[in-house]
Structures are given as structure tokens and as C-alpha cells.
């Protein structure tokens, strides 16, 4: 039988909490013991049916109010506040396991930074850096063929405003995003810089977002070294992703409708244009999901050496 995992979720109120919390609900081997959130101290968490009775503490590191047994710390915080919970951790959980949700750690050599489909692992790890969304997307659509890139790759990426956090701000303004969409970012986004460290470097990303709710699509201009088909291209895909069932390959352009829900990829596309040199691509999936809470299970899973999409209903 198999170890029962006591997981503590620090930022249980957000939106990616929020799809966390479900999906460890349905999970055989995860349970949540605690669920931090300043804002919804004292009320029952919703989604949660293995225990009824759990509600949201405030977290205290000064009272120590974190249970002693946790074999599990998911931070879903936003970025630049999980600095002083890690060295709580660090000083008090030695054998647990964190995950970072946010960016804080994508850039820290000394935490494992893992994308499900494309990581190459040599240790299990104890701290484990969760990619971005829209750099999911991008490093799917680059990981296969960076070797037959020819320079600079360009990409645009549209966002529902949940992508940007639940707390009120200008890019989920539903009155400014009326009949809308919003550049922002134009150099330097963080998710650029991520795949620029772990995936590719000569990179130039645009995001957006748009009037919906969840869900992304980013479109890819790439300049391939040599000529090659269409069909080539796409054998290629499918033989890089056969044994990765989130990842769904198809010729035809994928819809950000055909993942939002899910816990897919949607890669489609693979146009070339006469010379057989530019290709285009595109790659939808659910910010929510497949760019954060599914992938904060599949990487778990791994952590505790269980089958990396246990629990996680993709078909």
C-alpha cells in the first residue's frame, strides 16, 4: 500500500489554488491537511470533499502554526512572496518536498525546475520550481526541434484575464477589457526570461489578454535551418510526444476552446510557408490547468515516484 501524503497549500484562495485543491480531492495518495489563506481564514474550503470539516487557517510562521507531520508545502502565492515561508520550511521540514508555483524560484540553480514533457531528470527532487504558463506553451512548441532553429524565434501569446491573479488589477479590469485586448510586457516578460534559461535563448515574446476567462494560445514564427515538410514535421512531434498523453498533436490550428477545461497541450498547426524554412505553430491549454495546477500534480507525482499523471483525467 501506498504512503498517504499530508500536503500543506499555502494560497488556497486563488484561482490556481483553487484547481489544486480539486484535483488533490480526487487524488488516492494526496490529502490536504492545511490550507493557508489570509483572506478566507475561518471559512470551509470549497471543492474539498475528503474532509468537510478543514477550513482556511492564517498563516503564523511566528506561532508556528504549520502541522508537523506535512510531507508536502505547495506555495501558490504570488510571485515575490514565498522568500520567508522557504526559510521556515528549510529551518523546520527537512525531508518535505516544495513546490513553488510562482516565478520566484524558476531562475535558482538550486531548485529543480521541471516541465513534465521535456525535463530530463538525474535526481528525484525535494524542491521543485513549476513552470509559467505561457512558458509551458512556448517550450512545448521549441523543445523538440531547438536543435533545426535558425535564430531568432518570434511569438505571440493571448491570455483569458485570469492569467492575471484574482486580486483587482489593470489586466483583469473587465470594463477595460470590454470588446478588448491588451499588449503588455513588450520586452522582458518573466515567462521570456524563463524560456530563454531553460529551453532557448534567441527568443522575442508578446503576451495579451483578452476578454475571457482561462485558457491561452500562442502562435510561434520559426526559422528552421534547413527545409523540411509539413508531414516531417509533424511525424516528428507525435514520435517526441507518444508517451506523454497530455500532449495532444494535430495538424489543423488548435482552438484555446479545445483545451480550456482540460489538462492538455493542444500543439497544431505546422504550416511552412514556399521556402519550406518558416514554420508556424501554435499551442493552446488551460493557464489554470496544464500551465499550473496539473503540472503541480504530474510533478508530485514524480517526487514521490508514483505515475506522473495519477489522479489527473485527461481522456
Known amino acids: 500500500m501506498n504512503k498517504i501524503y499530508n500536503i500543506a497549500l499555502m ?3 486563488g484561482f490556481v489554488g483553487q484547481e489544486i485543491i480539486t484535483l488533490i ?18 471559512k470551509k474550503i470549497p471543492n474539498y470533499t475528503k474532509n468537510k470539516h478543514l ?29 520567508k515561508i522557504v526559510d521556515y520550511i528549510n ?26 514533457e521535456t525535463s530530463i531528470d538525474e535526481v528525484v527532487p525535494k524542491k521543485i520550481s513549476n513552470p509559467g504558463c505561457y ?31 484574482s486580486t ?11 470588446d478588448n485586448i491588451l499588449a503588455y510586457s513588450l520586452v522582458n516578460h518573466t515567462h521570456e526570461k524563463e524560456v530563454k534559461k531553460h529551453c532557448y535563448q534567441q527568443l522575442s515574446f508578446t503576451p495579451h489578454v483578452a476578454d475571457f476567462f482561462r485558457g491561452i494560445l500562442i502562435t510561434a514564427h520559426i526559422q528552421l535551418v534547413k527545409p523540411m515538410t509539413e508531414d516531417a514535421l509533424l511525424t516528428h512531434y507525435q514520435e517526441f510526444y507518444k508517451n506523454k498523453p497530455l500532449i495532444h498533436i494535430d495538424r489543423s490550428v488548435p482552438l484555446i476552446t479545445d483545451a480550456v477545461g482540460k489538462h492538455i497541450a493542444c500543439l497544431g498547426g505546422f504550416v511552412l510557408d514556399d521556402s519550406k524554412m518558416q514554420l508556424r505553430l501554435c499551442c493552446s491549454l488551460d493557464n ?12 508530485l507525482n514524480y517526487a514521490c515516484q508514483l505515475n506522473e499523471t495519477l489522479g489527473i483525467h485527461y481522456e
Open 168 to 178: 483587482p488589477n489593470n489586466k483583469n479590469n473587465r470594463e477595460r477589457l470590454k
Open 11 to 13: 494560497g488556497g484562495r
Open 135 to 165: 512558458a509551458t506553451a512556448m517550450q512545448l512548441i521549441l523543445a523538440p526541434i531547438k536543435k533545426d532553429i535558425n535564430d531568432q524565434v518570434s511569438i505571440m501569446g493571448f491570455s483569458g484575464f485570469s492569467g492575471a491573479g
Open 55 to 83: 477550513l482556511f487557517t492564517e498563516l503564523d510562521v511566528e506561532r508556528r502554526n504549520i502541522n508537523p507531520d506535512i510531507d508536502i508545502f505547495i506555495l501558490a502565492l504570488a510571485n515575490d512572496e514565498s522568500k
Open 25 to 42: 480531492d480526487g487524488h488516492p495518495y494526496f490529502e490536504l491537511t492545511q490550507v493557508f489563506s489570509k483572506s478566507n481564514a475561518g
Open 288 to 299: 489554470l490547468l496544464k500551465g499550473a495546477a496539473t503540472q503541480v500534480i504530474q510533478n
Open 91 to 116: 529551518n523546520n521540514f527537512n525531508d518535505s518536498i516544495i513546490i513553488d508555483v510562482s516565478s520566484d524560484h524558476r531562475f535558482n540553480n538550486d531548485w529543480t525546475y521541471r516541465l513534465p
